[in-house]
């Protein structure tokens, strides 16, 4: 088996895209990952902004879980709306676009982009850090930790999407079954002690409060909070990738996903306070997750500690794969419309837009690297994009329920119109109060990526213009092409070159450019073994220019003449063959000069519509030894 086969799987035909499809229980931990694991840094999250509040703080969690649950809850149903209006991918692009417009659309789309990158980002640094909590010598290495999660997430997922999903599924419903257990341990000793359990581990002990509580305070906590809630798009713009029906498998997944992140999100809330459990300092060194705190405090430190833990971490990193499966379809919807590279659009091997997932898997990179891996200093910036992609997508389905006016579009109207309304308050509320903790940097990079695509739009219209058939094929002022063709000195690769070039036109110019004092004369030979050849055959003369080149300089001098003859043939055609070397390995090109490469670019540079570029390869054939033989084709 080859290694690349190893690596990503045998490459799949077009025609076996339908058995990639997936259901329910893999669509969960394709597309429910980041919104479960949520549950692990959204009220942590909250909890570190209410740090100055002391053990007082640790109370407001419940009223600002509450209402993100409410926020949740009219999310649901309006994605459950989305995508029954949109069974083959209602993603906000694709929503905004068809509705609002282009721009909008647009808006929609970078706010995606940019929220699925950091979606990546947080979720593999959160897994790392519940590692580091349990393993506090890991700390040093969290860097390298979070790049190694990295390519493992980007080469399972380059695997397909029905392969990464039944590899994810395992942690996943571990990770469930784990949290669902501490919740409901925990709620049963919180009952039977009438309200007051003991800690089998007692959780560190917050210091005395530094500040009083404020309504921007807790406004700061909620938007933090809120992270808990990123990932909620993500089914509907990955309908396309499940089981017929679509919109009813779809519409599944986001109910259990959905209905288990309340749960979590809910019973973390109720048991915090109840075990006086608060956020720690993530960048102290004596740092423990809430999770960490909460699941010891129930359970103690014993082995259901480190596999919820191990499970926790598991999770936290592969929440990743909810990024990496929506980034490259919402590339290809985005691409498909001209507005970012063609390259989007194809499929690799795998099935998989491969070009997304290697554009995803950088910029993460980049972000992990500039903050160290840390996710508390990318949490500022990571609710804006999900939020305004919310919004902008509730807004579509309002326009598009007014423009179909279905069966029951009134009570769906409005279902949207106040999830438009509520999403867009919690886009401003996010974007005050974290707008100086880097919140800024978000705001900025949207626009900023909004011109970049319209930039490349522009350039394809432009292109599209400029390539546009007008008309009927042309047949006047056919004439044969001049054919000049560089040569090194008198070879089998000239000879081979020059057969093919006098097979094109009867008029051929050979360039051949001296460097060197007493260098052999090729006149002598050419007259040998060329022209004589050609006289004696009745075959037209192939000319031999022979250019003197005191500075050793090589390609410019070709360069000119080509130019040259264009210039003097203005109503000609002229083809350049380009002889070259083919090794049988790859680490054999270091070998050779790459002039024919350099010339060739320069030509598309500087030449016009009428010169014609081509190579003309000459096959070296591997030896016993591995090195290239003397023998050819």
Not at 538 to 556: D, H, V, W, Y
Request: hydrophobic content about 50%; aromatic content about 8%.
């Amino acid at each position: 088996m080859k290694i690349i086969d190893l690596l990503f799987g045998r490459p799949l035909a077009t025609y076996e895209d339908r058995a990639e499809k997936i259901g329910a229980s893999r669509g969960i931990p394709i597309f429910g990952l980041d919104a479960l694991s949520s549950a692990a840094y959204g009220p942590e999250a909250a909890l570190t902004l209410l740090i100055p509040l002391g053990m007082a703080g640790v109370h407001y969690v419940m009223p600002i879980t509450v209402a993100i649950l409410a926020l949740l809850t009219i999310l649901y149903f309006s994605y459950r709306q989305t995508i029954a209006a949109y069974p083959n991918g209602g993603g906000s692009y694709t929503v905004a676009s068809e509705n609002l417009g282009a721009v909008p659309g647009l808006l929609a789309g970078s706010a995606l982009m940019v929220d699925y990158i950091l979606e990546v980002a947080v979720g593999i640094s959160a897994g790392v850090g519940a590692l580091v909590s349990a393993l506090p010598k890991l700390q040093p290495h969290t860097l390298s930790l979070c790049l190694g999660i990295l390519v493992i997430l980007t080469l399972m997922n380059l695997r397909g999407a029905r392969a990464a999903g039944a590899a994810f599924m395992a942690p996943t419903y571990l990770f469930i079954v784990c949290m669902l257990g501490v919740i409901g341990w925990g709620v049963v000793k919180v009952i039977a002690s009438g309200g007051h359990p003991h800690a089998v581990v007692a959780p560190p002990q917050l210091g005395h409060a530094t500040e009083v509580l404020s309504l921007w305070l807790l406004l700061k906590a909620f938007s933090s909070g809120c992270t808990a809630m990123t990932g909620v798009e993500a089914v509907s713009n990955g309908v396309g990738a499940f089981k017929e029906p679509h919109e009813k498998s779809a519409q599944l997944t986001l109910t259990i996903i959905i209905a288990l992140l309340g749960i979590l999100l809910l019973g973390i809330a109720f048991l915090v306070p109840a075990y006086h459990i608060a956020a720690t300092d993530p960048s102290g060194s004596g740092y423990q997750s809430v999770l960490s705190q909460l699941i010891a405090a129930i359970s103690g430190r014993g082995v259901f500690y480190y596999v919820s833990i191990a499970s926790i971490l598991l999770v936290l990193a592969l929440s990743a794969n909810t990024g990496f499966a929506d980034f490259p379809r919402l590339c290809h919807n985005i691409a498909r419309d001209r507005y970012l590279p063609f390259a989007f659009t194809l499929r690799g091997r795998r099935l998989v837009y491969s070009g997304g997932v290697y554009v995803l898997a950088f910029f993460v990179a980049l972000l992990l690297i500039i903050f160290r891996g840390v996710t508390d200093r990318l949490i500022p910036l990571f609710a804006i994009g999900a939020f305004l992609a919310f919004t902008l997508s509730q807004a579509g389905m309002v326009q598009h329920w007014r423009r179909t006016r279905g069966k029951g579009w009134q009570f769906s109207l409005a279902l949207n119109g106040v999830g438009a309304i509520a999403t867009g308050i919690t886009v401003c509320v996010v974007l005050v109060t974290k707008f100086t903790s880097g919140a800024w940097m978000t705001a900025l990079l949207i626009p900023l990526i909004i011109l970049m695509m319209l930039g490349v739009h522009h350039h394809y219209r432009w292109v599209g213009r400029q390539v546009a058939a007008k008309g009927a094929l042309d047949t006047s002022k056919l004439s044969e092409p001049i054919v000049v063709l560089p040569i090194p000195g008198w070879n089998r690769v000239t000879a081979k070159a020059l057969r093919f070039a006098l097979s094109l036109s009867k008029e051929v110019y050979c360039i051949h450019v001296k460097t060197e004092e007493g260098e052999q004369d090729l006149n002598a030979l050419w007259q040998k073994n060329v022209a004589t050849p050609l006289q004696q055959a009745g075959l037209p003369e192939a000319k031999l220019i022979q250019i003197e080149s005191p500075t050793r300089r090589i390609i410019g001098p070709i360069l000119d003449q080509i130019l040259q003859t264009e210039q003097e043939n203005p109503d000609r055609q002229l083809i350049v063959l380009l002889p070259e070397l083919v090794e049988n390995r790859w680490y054999f090109y270091v070998l050779h000069n790459q002039r024919a490469a350099a010339l060739k670019t320069l030509l598309y540079l500087r030449g016009t519509q009428r010169i014609i570029v081509a190579n003309v390869p000459w096959y070296l054939e591997p030896s016993a030894n591995g090195t290239p033989s003397t023998e050819s084709k």
